[in-house]
């Protein structure tokens, strides 16, 4: 039996060697490494704090003492010695989460995955404890050296400081990189304390000569470390950043030395007030691919060969983000005024492309969504076109940006939202499924949603045209499906998939969701049941021709992957209803819940989304004379039938 295996929960690693917790520090990496490289999911960031989760256990007793990640992508760690150590099924349904979940373990505390809110997070629960006379417990937050580059850790910081009275310790996990390397003012700060030869050399040369010198010496030194610390803080004027916010600092620690990080996180806890633990550690260390990776260390990683790091999945077609990285780089070539803007997702997003061609005009501004509104909306002012490329589950937070400073402004901003729609295995936070309904309400807004690569290639271009208001162009996650042509389009743009000689029933579909559509009509075509299929392209505004096809039929489906609840086929019944259109609608899109992680089809399956399941009701309501069918060439086939056919 291995090491980590006698780990049920955080206090069996109290008795544990200094050579036994080397052991395990080891083997935890192999078990990464070996079970990751199976499913998939987050190596680099976990590689990385495998010695610091562990002294976090040793010195702080959970769940009695919170211990809060940002993000949770570096938690992997932490739910093995919390006694979940089976990954076989990680972030596949069934399996545990990429992220910390709170029905898992009572370990987990904060399930969000986005960066930067950890430590407002830490001053709530901090302050609770303080204001309901938990004077006993403590809570430790690790925060990434990525997540400082946003604003919502300075807000944070400014209120910790404010009431500097409450047990709580905050780790900088500092690695020089968020999901690649961090860029801004802080990376230059924390950059020169990592590498300041001056500190490190008198730091360890005093601590050598004390040790030196006896027990009662190193006890000298334990008393004198903080003033020669603050003195050295003043000679080289940059850990002074933390004292002037009144914040105890302490470090750099080595994040790789489990001794040095549990007398370091020991003092913080005794100190009785807030304290920041500055922990320098490696990314994807122990596995010699990640480290060689230059582009993010294996921060996220499909199946892998466990070896040599090379990705065991086949390829397929070409991925909706590949796409948009090629389009992008071909219109900035043609277009000099359009500016690239991502924050601290180049590659995943897909400016990487723009960034090598055109490197003065792409700025990533770091995990800083609300910024990269702003700036683009001064960046439209100034007589360019930013293009700002996220995570669509990203831009929920800079809504009253893109409402108040890019849409109020007339400012013309293209945002362009990956992964929108459900994305699969990293589960409720990563879900890109509020954006139509959030974002629709925006005045002045329109936005496209690509069925395939011809029409992302197509609705970028004309999105980057708009120059009096914002657009948003939104994809899903993963491969592109195969092209599906047009029987014809319409005036103001849209796209006749399907057309049927019975006008029965109209179905609106919304981006990729029109190969769903169209399976939908041809299982209604075998009940007699006339379908016609139309993708809007530009789902906001609703174009004024589907308001008149939806006339022109019985029964109106609209199908999307975001949120029924004030999704598009919402503002379609709106719409047709304000023009006299009376035509029973049926809107199809998603729950208004928190989804949990799965693939694609499971989730969609699991809400319904399916061609049986939408067809059987809309047969269902034919056949119950709800509502009547123009024309039928044959008898509909019995209900029983029906089931068994779809």
């Known amino acids: 039996m291995s090491l980590l295996e006698t780990i049920h929960g955080p206090r ?10 080397s052991q395990l520090a080891e083997e935890v990496r192999r078990f990464l490494i070996t079970q990751v490289s199976k499913t998939g999911g987050h190596l680099g960031p976990n590689l990385g704090v495998v010695e610091l989760t562990i002294a976090l256990h040793r010195v702080f007793h959970s769940p009695n003492d919170p211990i809060i990640f ?19 099924a990680l972030r596949q349904r069934g399996g545990i989460a990429g992220y910390p979940q709170r029905s898992e373990s ?4 904060v399930e969000s995955s986005h960066a930067s809110s950890s430590l407002s997070w830490a001053d709530g629960v901090s302050r609770a404890f303080e204001m309901s006379g938990q004077d006993d417990r403590h809570v430790a937050v690790v925060v990434g050296d990525g997540a400082l580059t946003g604003g919502m850790t300075w807000e944070a910081l400014n209120n910790i400081s404010y009431d ?52 009662p010496a190193r006890a000298f030194y334990r008393g004198v470390r903080g003033g020669l610390h603050g003195f050295l803080s003043r000679f080289t004027n940059n850990e002074a950043l933390y004292s002037n916010l009144d914040i105890k600092y302490l470090g750099p620690i080595d994040g790789h030395d489990v001794t ?31 480290l060689a990776d230059e582009a993010d260390q294996f921060h996220a990683v499909g199946q892998i060969d466990s070896e040599t ?16 990285a090629d389009e992008i780089v071909s219109l900035a070539e043609s277009n000099p005024r359009l500016v690239g803007i991502t924050g601290a997702m180049l ?11 055109f490197p003065e005009r792409v700025l990533d501004v770091g995990i800083a969504e609300q910024h990269a509104a702003t700036s683009a909306a001064g960046l439209a002012f100034g007589g360019l076109h930013p293009v700002v490329a996220v995570y669509a589950t990203f831009l ?47 005045p002045g807004i329109r936005i496209a949603a690509p069925r395939d690569a011809t029409r992302l290639r197509e609705e970028l271009g004309e999105a980057v045209a708009v120059e009096d208001g914002p657009t948003i162009v939104r994809f899903s996650k993963g491969t592109v499906g195969a092209e599906i042509a047009a029987v014809r389009r319409t005036v103001d743009g849209v796209d006749i998939l399907r057309e049927a000689e019975t006008k029965d029933v109209l179905i609106m579909t919304v981006g990729p969701m029109a190969e769903l559509g169209l399976a939908v009509a041809d299982r209604l075509a075998q009940q007699g049941i006339g379908a016609t299929v139309v993708d809007p392209r530009w789902v906001v505004p609703i174009p004024s021709s589907v308001i008149e096809l939806s006339a022109e039929h019985r029964l109106v489906i609209s199908i999307e992957d975001g949120v029924r609840v004030a999704g598009i086929g919402t503002r379609l019944r709106q719409d047709m209803r304000a023009a006299g259109v009376d035509t029973a609608v049926t809107e199809l899109g998603l729950p208004d819940e928190f989804l949990d992680h799965g693939t694609r089809a499971q989730i969609m399956e699991q809400v319904g989304l399916t061609p049986q399941k939408i067809a059987r009701d809309v047969v269902a309501q034919v056949l119950g004379s709800k509502i009547p069918v123009a024309r039928q060439e044959r008898e509909p086939a019995p209900q029983d039938q029906v089931d068994a056919e779809n």
């Open 309 to 324: 790091g090379e990705s065991v999945e086949i390829a397929g077609a070409a991925s909706w983000t590949s796409v948009f």
């Open 106 to 109: 009572e370990h987990d505390v």
């Open 396 to 442: 929920n937070r800079a809504f009253d940006q893109v409402l108040m400073d890019v849409a109020l402004h007339k400012a013309g901003v293209t945002f362009v939202l990956d992964r929108a729609g459900v994305t699969g295995p990293d589960g409720p936070s990563h879900h890109g499924m509020w954006d139509l309904a959030v974002f629709q309400v925006v």
């Open 70 to 88: 940002d993000t949770g992508h570096q938690s992997y760690v932490h739910k093995l010695l919390t006694g979940r150590q089976d990954f076989s």
């Open 12 to 21: 069996d690693l109290d008795g544990l060697s200094s050579a036994q917790l």
């Open 347 to 357: 590659r995943p997003v897909g400016l990487h492309k723009m960034a090598h061609r």
């Open 260 to 290: 040095a990080l549990e007398k370091a996180l020991s003092q913080a806890k005794a100190y009785s007030a807030p304290v920041i633990v500055h922990v320098i550690t490696q990314k994807g260390k122990g596995f010699e691919p990640a």
């Open 164 to 215: 500097n009275t409450r047990n709580l310790v905050i780790v900088v996990n500092d690695n020089g990189r968020s999901y690649a390397p961090t860029i801004g003012g802080m990376a230059r700060f924390l950059n020169d304390v990592r590498t300041r030869s001056t500190y490190r050399t008198l730091h360890v040369g005093s601590r050598q000569l004390f040790d030196r010198l006896g027990a």
